[in-house]
């Protein structure tokens, strides 16, 4: 009994040590996550601290790419400034996700935008999305009135999807736009998101608002947007407009101007619950616009930049800016 | 309170039925997506790249593993790339792939491979070394030759746990061929990874069709097992 007993007992041993250090890197994590800038209380930034936001507690959210999490960063450090406890949760996934974290109160805000909440939460055809970004704003803003949601004021900078290319090809065809890809466009084969393929503000409203026709589409995960355009698979890339690689004159990619608005853009709003909303006060939805007043399109391509290509981390980038654009002091 | 949500769960159920059987306008509006041609379609797409994948991962691990379990060596390689071949990222490997052969079939065929072939090599080699010594013994003793004695005494007589195996990869690779349309091959995962254009009711088309299908694969594996068994040990099983 006893000897057909000790290998058992080592498993066991050995589950609860894996058990035990899993343990310590999941908390760990959470450690690191809570961990934003330490900024002095009263700083004597832009950002003045108020004593009445002490012990009020918000977690702010993003979904899980590099421009969300910056803002994030961005809009958690400022709200510490402002005297807020702050915690982060800057993995949300998917809008999906996102919204449901917002809804059950796991979350009390995170960066959405307009044109992302009218098509994927409110069921509006792409092309019905108004390309004013307060007029955006605003039917979110009232889309969302039952749900105990409150919008903030857009950005400044837009992001949308465009179709894009190397310089080389650009210069190769001669095009500037995306009109000007008739007559070319049944020789150049175009990769995107799998769902760009059934979409109208995509695939489907290339091929239908400019009558042009493609020699192949390919789905692709989107992480690999640039891999495809360098590795010469891809002609054109769905790219982002505020792409890290997008930034500055001497690019290796450009963008083509959608001349037919076929993309929809997107400025960010932030998504506050009615809840966090009451209880923070004025400051949390003064702070958030205060420091994203800043945000265009450069900027957060610069900032997406530093995250995604010279591989920084989006906390310390997040500090640079508030601390660059004087919102809180060095 | 559990009525209503069981109501609902059918009600999605109800959907994602509808979808496979009739087309209907995507989500985002301006084209029809769903319904028996497009699912046919993507149905079609995932069955042969699995099969191929499939083929491949056994035609490189039984030669392997059937090789180093009759010279008895190799225990560790064929367990520790067993286990460590489980714990790859697919999604992973496909962008590290892309430097090399970009996306598309050959990209997933060299991930599903990868993913293919640690069980079918554990279990050829277990099963082999599980073959009886003396029943080895005793057809070296007739005279066969050790080529021979792979083919015709080893192999047939560790079926059963070569067939486990292929039959755990193949789940894997069905599974796992839902991610390819992020390499430009659309397949079945189509409907689940564009959640957007789909919605909720093509999410679940999808996951109700990759199951049917791991079935369907399941159910023909099972019977190539059945011939494959060598009768004595079949006979063996039933009594």
């Known amino acids: 009994m006893r000897a057909t007993n000790k ?13 035990l250090a899993l343990f310590a890197v999941a908390c760990g994590d959470d450690d690191s996550d809570g961990a934003t800038e ?34 994030g960063e961005i809009f958690a450090q400022a709200l510490e400034a402002a005297g807020y406890d702050v915690k982060t949760d800057l993995n949300l996934g998917s809008e999906q996700i996102a919204l449901r974290s917002l809804k059950s109160g796991d979350v009390d805000g995170y960066p959405e935008y307009t044109s992302t909440a009218l098509t994927s939460f409110f069921d509006l055809p792409a092309e019905e999305v108004p390309s004013d970004a307060q007029e955006a704003a605003d039917q979110a803003s009232s889309e969302f009135e039952g749900d105990d949601v409150v919008v903030f004021e857009p950005t400044p ?15 190769e065809l001669d095009v500037e736009t995306i009109s000007d890809l008739e007559g070319v466009s049944q020789d150049l084969t175009l990769f995107g998101s799998p769902e760009c393929r059934q979409r109208v503000d995509c695939l489907v409203g290339l091929e239908e608002n400019y009558g042009l026709e493609f020699a192949e589409f390919n789905p692709v995960d989107i992480g690999l947007r640039y891999e495809v355009l360098d590795k ?30 076929v993309f929809p853009a997107g400025n960010v709003i932030f998504l506050a619950s009615g809840q966090s909303v009451e209880e923070a006060g004025p400051d949390y939805q003064d702070t958030i616009e205060l420091v994203q007043s800043g945000l265009t399109e450069e900027v957060m391509q610069e900032l997406n930049a530093r995250v995604d290509l010279d591989k920084e981390d989006p906390a310390d980038v ?7 654009t004087g919102y809180i002091q060095g | 309170m559990i009525e209503i949500s069981l109501l609902a769960t059918l009600g999605i159920f109800g959907e994602a039925i509808d979808f496979i059987f009739s087309q209907q306008e995507a989500v985002t509006g301006g084209v029809q997506v769903g319904g028996i041609a497009q ?63 970009g996306v598309g079939t050959v990209n997933l065929l060299i991930v599903l491979v990868i993913l293919g072939v640690p069980p079918i090599l554990t279990n050829t080699f277990v099963g082999i070394r ?16 050790e080529g021979e004695i792979m083919r015709r005494v080893e192999l047939p007589l560790a079926v059963p746990t070569i067939m ?39 999410v679940l088309a999808g996951a109700i069709l990759v199951a049917l299908l791991a079935l369907a694969f399941e159910g023909t594996l099972a019977l190539i097992q059945r011939l494959l068994t060598p009768k004595g040990l079949r006979l063996a099983d039933d009594s």
């Open chain 1, 7 to 19: 290998p058992l007992r080592a498993l066991l041993a050995a589950f609860a040590v894996m058990a």
């Open chain 1, 38 to 71: 330490t900024t002095d209380a009263g700083a004597s930034g832009q950002i003045e601290s108020n004593p009445d936001n002490s012990g009020t507690s918000l977690t702010i959210g993003s979904k899980n790419f590099t421009e969300q999490i910056v803002l």
């Open chain 2, 39 to 101: 699912v046919l379609e993507l149905t079609w797409t995932h069955f042969w790249l699995s099969v191929l994948a499939l083929l491949v991962s056994v035609l490189i691990a039984v030669p392997v593993a059937a090789y180093l379990g009759h010279r008895g060596t190799g225990e560790f390689l064929a367990v520790a790339i067993g286990n460590a071949g489980r714990a790859i990222p697919e999604l992973a490997l496909i962008a590290l792939l892309v430097a090399y052969v």
């Open chain 1, 157 to 171: 900078f837009v992001s949308a999807n465009a179709v894009g290319l190397t310089r080389e090809t650009a210069e």
């Open chain 1, 318 to 324: 997040a500090d640079d800016y508030l601390v660059e």
């Open chain 2, 164 to 202: 486990s195996g292929v039959r755990t990869s193949m789940i894997n690779i069905v599974a796992t061929a839902t991610i390819a349309p992020l390499a430009a091959v659309l397949t079945l995962g189509d409907f689940i990874l564009s959640r957007n254009v789909y919605g909720d009711a093509g």
């Open chain 2, 130 to 145: 599980q073959v009886d010594r003396a029943t080895v013994q005793a057809a070296r003793g007739v005279g066969l030759t």
């Open chain 1, 232 to 261: 010469g698979q891809a002609d054109l890339s769905i790219l982002f407009t505020t792409d890290a690689q997008l930034a500055g004159e001497d690019s290796d990619y450009v963008i083509l101007e959608d001349d037919q608005e």
